[in-house]
């Protein structure tokens, strides 16, 4: 076969192991990865060299071990592949409470129908609601006509006085979500092993064009599985398979090609 490259990242699935083989199913599966940016397959030969004490070569050096990784570059963090390589599920809830931090927001200069009214982003839950100004200094809910440095509290919406028209504060509170997706660490994560394929393209020295495959028999995710850094600036995210020792007589890696007609 002529030589080939790799002229698109590729896809990946994952199949979990169960009792012993790969299972493909709707459950055990999983492809939907978002934007795959790169693929880089990694293999070290480890030896261990046998001194010669008459030479300044060294007598032999035999392989002792095979290492190998594939490392997955992702322009996004899909949540449910997260909860699958940490052995979790993702859930969906359903009125369920969720937190606000540090909302900010600014008491009119003007009054609307004679009262100085700010509308939160949610309606806070009950014995939730926390209100300080720029020191942090916490202001105290009142039921009566509010004085300076204190507030009322109506469903979505704060009541403050003329004296503190223009006042920055800061609020923090739950609200009931009416919908919303949980998944995260385990207690006690336990975390399974699949079967990798990743399914791509390539095309050959006259053009050629073709369809590629790598399948890793057996693998699990090894070190540091960090979530997605959170900031202005949206940063790749990258999943590393450890290749393990492959089932009976199966290659621990298989690549595969064929032509697109």
Same mark, same amino acid.
């Given at each position: 076969?002529? &030589?080939?490259?790799? @002229? ?16 493909? %199913? ?28 008459? @030479? ?10 095979? $290492? ?5 570059? +992702?322009?996004?963090? /899909?949540?449910? +592949? ?21 909302? $900010? ?9 004679? #009262? ?20 942090? #200094? /916490?202001?105290?809910?009142?039921? $009566?006509? /509010?004085? %300076?440095? #204190? ?6 919406? +704060? ?27 385990? #207690? ?10 990743? @399914?791509?393209?390539?095309? =050959? ?26 900031? =202005? ?10 290749? +393990? ?13 064929? &032509?697109?007609?």
């Amino acid at each position: 076969m002529q &030589p080939i490259y790799f @002229s698109k990242a590729g896809k990946l699935q994952l199949n979990k192991y169960v009792n012993g083989i790969p299972v493909r %199913s709707a459950t055990t599966s999983y492809f939907r990865n978002g934007a795959v940016q790169q693929i880089t397959p990694n293999i070290t030969i480890n030896g261990s060299p046998i001194a010669d004490g008459n @030479s300044l070569w060294n007598a032999a050096n035999p392989d002792t071990s095979i $290492e190998g990784t594939l490392a997955v570059q +992702l322009g996004f963090m /899909p949540p449910e +592949l997260y909860a699958f390589i940490m052995g979790d599920t993702s859930e969906e809830l359903t009125n369920t409470p969720f937190p606000i931090v540090d909302e $900010e927001i600014t008491v009119p200069m003007e009054p609307t129908g004679g #009262k100085y009214i700010v509308k939160l982003k949610h309606e806070p839950l009950d014995t939730t609601f926390i209100l300080v100004d720029k020191n942090a #200094k /916490p202001w105290d809910e009142t039921d $009566e006509t /509010p004085a %300076s440095g #204190k507030y009322i509290l109506d469903g979505d919406e +704060l009541e403050f006085v003329a004296a503190d028209a223009g006042k920055a504060l800061f609020v923090s509170y739950d609200y009931q979500a009416a919908k919303a997706t949980r998944f995260g660490l385990p #207690k006690t994560p336990v975390r399974p092993t699949y079967e990798l394929i990743v @399914s791509s393209e390539a095309a =050959g020295e006259d053009e050629t064009l073709y369809e590629a495959a790598i399948v890793v028999d057996k693998c699990k995710v090894m070190g540091s599985i960090n979530p997605p850094q959170q900031g =202005g600036t949206p940063q790749p995210v990258t999943v590393t398979f450890t290749i +393990l020792k492959p089932r009976g007589n199966n290659r621990a890696v298989d690549y595969t090609v064929t &032509p697109i007609e």
